[in-house]
């Protein structure tokens, strides 16, 4: 059996997301960082970084989210979520979902990093400017990606796709206005995708019980 552990609202949501796309049976353990569970004897040994989301299956332990729906996805082709391996499409799945993490997420999380998440006297308030610079490059950057077709690879969606939406949901989340309607659209019509509507509801629940 599959287990997720992972916390509500985090970078976890990207596995719950592939799980529900993949319709997997699996158990969600959910992981209190608040509480300092990320430290953890059970998480440490899972993870040295003490970092979600962990996806563990029989003798496999993954970290990293990106790796996490990439490998779900290859064990269910059947799924259409991630394009043949050696093939064209490939390529261009890899660049986006590095894009994605390297790119995208970086400048932003940067931003968050520095405007809510580190402790207080970590935090430095001009590096939002720079950030803030690097971020809307790369959204120029995805907005192209996006003019003339529906999702990043392939005329279907991937886990690229899922990847580019969580992280245009976090720029929402922290009020990080880009201005794109491309990608705003881009974003909501991929969240209608009833996997997505059903890992929210799940993400919501455990934040609830976690209060
Ligand atoms: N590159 C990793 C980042 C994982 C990560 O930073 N997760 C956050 C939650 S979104 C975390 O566990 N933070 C706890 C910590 O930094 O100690 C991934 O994409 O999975």
């Not at 991929?190 to 609830?208: L, T």
Request: charged letters at 25%; one cysteine or more; proline letters at 3%.
């Amino acid at each position: 059996m599959i287990t997720l552990y992972g916390m509500p609202h985090t970078r976890s949501f990207r596995a719950l997301w592939a799980l529900e796309e993949i319709g997997a049976e699996y158990q969600y353990r959910v992981i209190n960082l608040g509480k300092g569970e990320g430290s953890s004897a059970e998480l440490l040994a899972l993870n040295p970084s003490g970092k979600l989301p962990v996806l563990t299956d029989v003798d496999l332990v993954l970290t990293e989210s990106a790796a996490i729906c990439t490998y779900l996805a290859d064990c269910h082709p059947d799924k259409n979520l991630t394009p043949g391996y050696g093939t064209l499409d490939r390529a261009r799945y890899n660049q986006w979902c590095y894009f994605v993490l390297t790119e995208l997420e970086q400048p932003l999380w940067t931003m968050g990093k520095h405007k809510f998440a580190l402790p207080k006297e970590y935090r430095v308030r001009e590096v939002q400017k720079t950030a803030g610079f690097e971020f809307m490059r790369a959204i120029r950057i995805l907005e192209e990606g996006l003019k003339e077709r529906s999702f990043l690879v392939s005329e279907h969606f991937t886990m690229a796709d899922l990847l580019a939406v969580h992280t245009l949901s976090w720029a929402q989340a922290f009020k990080i206005d880009h201005g794109s309607l491309l990608l705003d659209s881009y974003r909501d019509r991929i969240r209608q995708r009833e996997a997505w509507q059903r890992a929210q509801a799940i993400d919501d629940e455990k934040k609830g019980e976690m209060a």
